[in-house]
Structures are given as C-alpha cells and as structure tokens.
C-alpha cells in the first residue's frame, strides 16, 4: 500500500508539471518557440546533469552488478521490439508511426520518473539507472537512430558513424560518471552541488515540454489510439513481471531485481517525442504515447509492485 501511495504522488507531481506546460501555451504566458529550445536543453544539458549526478554517490562495489543489468536490459529492448514490430504490423500503422511505436515501446521514462521514484521507493538501487541508461542509450543513439531520423537512412554506416551518433551528452556524462566510480575520486562539493541543481531541473522542463506539445494537438482521438491503449497493458504489466520471474529464477541481486522490474514498468522515455521532432518523424505519435502510458501508470505500476510483493 505504501509503495502504490509513493508511485501515485510521483506521478501526480509530473502531471500537474505537464499542465502547466499546456496552460502556459495556451495564455500566452510561454511563447510558442518554447517546443524548440526545452529539447536541446533537457538532451544537452539538464538529462546529462542528472545521469551524472546519479553516479556521483556509487561506488565500485555497486557496480559489479552491472553485467546483469545490462544483459537484462538488452533482453528487454530486443523482447519489446520484436512485440512492438508484431503490433506495428496488426495495426497497418504507416511507416513513421510504425517506427515511432517501436521507440515508445522499447524505452521507458527511467529519467525523469525513474530516479524520483526509485530513490522514494529503493534509495539503494538508484545505481541501476545510470546502466540501464547507457545500455538503452547505445542502442538508441546506433541502432535506433534510423527509427527517428529520416536523414540517417542516407548516410554510410560504419563505425565512425556509429561513434559520431553515440558520442552524445547523455552517454558522454554516464561514461564519465562511471569512470569516476571506478577510480574513486570525489568531485568538489561545489561542482557536485551544481551538477545536482542542473540535473534536477530535467524531469520539471521534459514535462513542462510534453505540455506545450500537447497545446497544440487535437487531443480528443487520443484514446482512440487502440494500438496505445492494447500495447500498455503487454509491455507495462506483462512484461516486467516476466523479468521479475526470470531475474528471480536466475538468482538475481533481490535489489537489483526489483528495480529492474519497476524500469521495465516505467511509461514511455518523454525523451524520445524530443529525438523525433528534431529527427523529423512522428512525433505526435510518441506524445500521445507518452500522455497516455504516464496516465495509465497510476494503475499498472502499483499494479506490478503489489503482485511482485505477493509472489
């Protein structure tokens, strides 16, 4: 009962930060151009600060766990890929949609409601994140990047494509947070603290973001989308109690494994409608994916966290 009550005022939190992002469009109080510039911010600047600031406090011994969270994690963007694809097909969804539902179905909000919700919930297992992130993040920014950018179907691929594509903020601040574990050194309390401020702002302008973009759409088909509405319940339920079976019959860290299990249960990473408009796909499509998985968390994850505690 504890752990429904923390995940519901987390998510109240965020929705009440997405209104106001709507209503500030619509009186004027933010101007439109808003939609242009929290992307580079959030992606450049704010979500590094906060991966980073997540592995300021791990330490070595934290880390050996690493191999299972990355080898769980990739199982789980191949199984939601291979069911994204098989929905994508179901529904005859158009090229950039069926691409679009592919991303909003293989990366979870580990972000910008993972670490406020975790740190309420599991405090000890925040150091997951960061590896989850980067393991998503490589095959986000390589192998994924055709799903979001047109212009990236042109280019030759090769490994120094593939490089130049990773070789982003958010993965450039996580490799440099866990070179900082591995060697034990401290950052000045001062730069930890600005860092910390920094990363702290991502979740509040993602979700102010998602509000100016929902301004501007026509928001009464939104749950008409029944390729949404009938892939929540597979990948946000189902599917995370699968791991949370599999990790357990593996022996899995009891800690890592429920964390794990809570970020297969996340909604939709709010990042991805940010990649999409700047690469020129459907957008929209993960917007309302977004809204619409965000929404129906306040069921499936106390859902998930209670049938977890009973088995």
């Not at 179901?90 to 990366?107: C, Q, V």
């Not at 958010?170 to 591995?182: D, E, Q, Y």
């Not at 026509?218 to 990948?235: E, Q, T």
Request: glycine share 6%.
């Amino acid at each position: 009962m504890q752990q429904a009550q923390i995940v519901f005022t987390q998510l109240i939190s965020l929705f009440f930060m997405i209104l106001i992002g709507y209503v500030s469009i619509k009186i004027g109080l933010l101007p439109e151009g808003t939609r242009e510039v929290f992307p580079d911010y959030v992606t450049k600047l704010a979500m590094p600060a906060a991966i980073l600031n997540s592995l300021l406090s791990v330490d070595r011994e934290l880390l050996s766990a690493c191999s299972i969270i990355i080898v769980a994690t990739l199982i789980g963007l191949v199984v939601n890929w291979v069911l994204a694809g098989a929905g994508a097909r179901l529904f005859r969804l158009p090229e950039d949609t069926a691409k679009s539902h592919l991303l909003s179905n293989m990366f979870s909000n580990t972000t910008f409601l993972g670490i406020p919700l975790l740190t309420a919930l599991y405090p000890q297992g925040v150091f997951c994140i960061p590896i989850y992130s980067l393991t998503c993040n490589v095959v986000l920014y390589t192998i994924g990047t055709g799903l979001y950018t047109k212009e990236v179907q042109k280019e030759k691929r090769s490994a120094a494509v593939l490089l130049r594509r990773l070789a982003n903020p958010v993965t450039l601040a996580t490799f440099l947070g866990i070179a900082l574990a591995l060697l034990g050194i401290r950052l000045p309390a001062l730069a930890v603290d600005v860092v910390a401020k920094i990363g702290g702002t991502s979740s509040t302008v993602s979700m102010i973001y998602i509000g100016t973009v929902l301004a501007g759409m026509d928001l009464s088909g939104v749950w008409k989308r029944s390729s949404i509405l009938l892939s929540i319940p597979v990948r946000m339920i189902l599917l995370p109690l699968a791991a949370f079976l599999l990790l357990r019959a593996v022996s899995a860290d009891e800690l890592v494994t429920q964390v794990l299990t809570i970020m297969f249960a996340l909604p939709c990473q709010v990042s991805i409608s940010m990649l999409a408009k700047s690469g020129g796909t459907d957008y929209i499509y993960v917007t309302e994916y977004i809204l619409l998985s965000t929404l129906l968390s306040v069921v499936t994850i106390p859902i998930v966290t209670t049938l977890t505690a009973l088995l």
